[in-house]
């Protein structure tokens, strides 16, 4: 049975990989830190059902020794780093500590790989925050990169040591250049699941309102469940390369609100309220990927349109405000 490591499997995206790789029939590990917030930390992972069919075992990508040890244990064949400091508007407030899990919390996982010497394929989890303030209309494996938050440099640094890796060690490792991607599993922190979960709230007559930042800020959006099919995908592929993962169109706040409200019968004018102290210091307008190289080598195209994902986002949401008041 092939083996594979997940770090961040409690995350929206290490959640879907997880199943995913299940389905593949893989034998699933996941890496998580010590939390005191163990008894809530898989609540993902119970929400999709898998839980009781992955094997979890505690590490710490800020400590090198507890990867090792990790890997001699495991000895997955491929290697899966989604774990990280994620969430961009706490990269100014936290830059230290998303220097430190971010950017060389994958250096680490990379030199604990080599040192140990099993050979494990390895996937890098970048992000299309690299490109910040955008060089071309269109982001492409080429486009030049220019961060604009601590979390985007720190991405920036994982993804350049991921390529040195590769070409000075000669590791079979990849990373997929992810724009934006959501589901029902996204942390309530981000825009995306703060709209659903208003909308929800406000259709339940539990709010009346939804502050937001940047109304007009765009981003292009598809669904984890698709994007992590290209993880696997990725190293699947006798050559190790880097990807865009992306849907090709782009997409405001504006318009991801009109639609959230619309389905549930609601006018997202009578309840968004923008507020000047939920805006970036330094914002990312516009960030529009072109994942032909995907779509070329990988064979990988999305499957789900925003307005699906955006349904099944605002359900579950209902659902969960539903099972609370119940």
């Not at 389905?23 to 898998?50: C, F, N, P, T």
Request: hydrophobic share 40%; glycine share 8%; with cysteine.
């Amino acid at each position: 049975m092939p083996t594979c490591l997940i770090t961040g499997i409690t995350g929206q995206d290490g959640a879907y990989l997880a199943q995913h790789m299940l389905q593949k029939g893989y034998r699933v590990a996941g890496l998580i830190r010590r939390s005191a917030s163990s008894d809530v930390i898989g609540e993902r992972l119970r929400w999709l059902g898998i839980i009781n069919d992955i094997e979890l075992v505690d590490g710490d990508l800020i400590d090198i020794s507890s990867l090792i040890r990790v890997l001699q244990k495991i000895q997955p064949g491929e290697i899966y780093n989604l774990a990280a400091q994620s969430f961009v508007a706490t990269s100014w407030h936290q830059p230290l500590l998303t220097s430190e899990v971010t950017g060389l919390g994958a250096t680490k996982m990379l030199e604990a790989i080599r040192i140990t010497g099993g050979g494990a394929r390895f996937y890098q989890a970048s992000s299309s925050e690299m490109y910040g303030l955008i060089q071309e209309p269109e982001q492409s494996e080429k486009t030049p990169f220019y961060p604009r938050s601590p979390y985007a440099v720190a991405k920036l640094y994982a993804h350049w040591m991921t390529v040195n890796y590769r070409e000075s060690f000669g590791l079979h490792a990849s990373s997929g250049i992810l724009f934006n991607h959501e589901s029902p599993l996204r942390g309530i922190e981000f825009v995306t699941r703060k709209i659903t979960d208003g909308v929800a709230r406000i259709k339940l007559g539990l709010a009346k309102e939804l502050p937001l930042g940047n109304l007009d800020a765009q981003r292009d959006w598809g669904h984890a469940r698709d994007y992590v099919r290209a993880m696997a995908l990725m190293l699947q592929q006798d050559k190790p390369e880097d990807y865009v993962i992306a849907t090709g169109k782009t997409t405001s706040i504006r318009e991801f609100c009109r639609i959230a409200f619309s389905y549930a019968g609601l006018n997202y004018q009578d309840h968004v309220v923008t507020r000047s102290d939920l805006m970036r210091p330094a914002e990312v307008d516009v960030l529009l990927g072109d994942a032909g190289k995907a779509r070329t080598k990988l064979g990988w195209v999305p499957e789900t349109s925003l307005e699906a994902m955006v349904a099944e986002m605002v359900d579950a949401d209902l659902a969960r405000h539903r099972a609370r008041a119940a």
